[in-house]
């Protein structure tokens, strides 16, 4: 269960993060990448670092591993820059829920004739009863 505490230390780390790897990382490995979640662990020693990254399967992980190198280093400037008593350690991960979700979509996509074909023979069957009920 997560508190709010632990809440508003995860989003202002990954505020903070964004804007780090914004304008302080300059690692050519590193491609285009969006923080999208920062979990802190219950203790605030730990955060759990989700990140979606363009590109193809060796593109984000190469990402990653630019990242988790540069774990260090970010949490030296987070440390300058924001006032906790211990600043957590990161761990990067990446996050596919936006790949999911364009999946849900494309399926829904596909599955859209059907849906409508349904309504339009539920519809036509509900009227239907209604003529036989008004006879």
């Known amino acids: 269960m997560t508190s709010r505490r632990m809440e508003q230390v995860g989003d202002l780390l990954r505020a903070e993060l964004s804007e780090l ?3 302080e990382m300059h690692d050519p490995r590193l491609g285009f990448v969006t923080i999208t979640e920062v979990k802190v662990s219950a203790d605030l020693r730990n955060a759990r670092v989700n990140v979606s990254c363009y ?3 060796a593109a984000q992980e190469e990402s990653l591993r630019a990242l988790h190198s540069a774990s260090g280093f970010l949490r030296t400037l987070v440390s300058k ?3 906790l008593r211990t600043i957590p350690h ?3 991960h990446i996050d596919h829920s936006m790949e999911q979700a364009e999946e849900i979509q494309r399926t829904l996509h596909t599955l859209a004739p059907e849906f409508a074909a349904v309504a339009a023979r ?3 069957e509900r009227a239907q009863a209604e003529r036989e009920r008004a006879e």
């Open 122 to 124: 539920e519809a036509e």
């Open 90 to 92: 990161f761990t990067f």
């Open 81 to 83: 820059r924001v006032r």
């Open 55 to 57: 590109g193809d399967e």
């Open 21 to 23: 790897l914004r304008r």
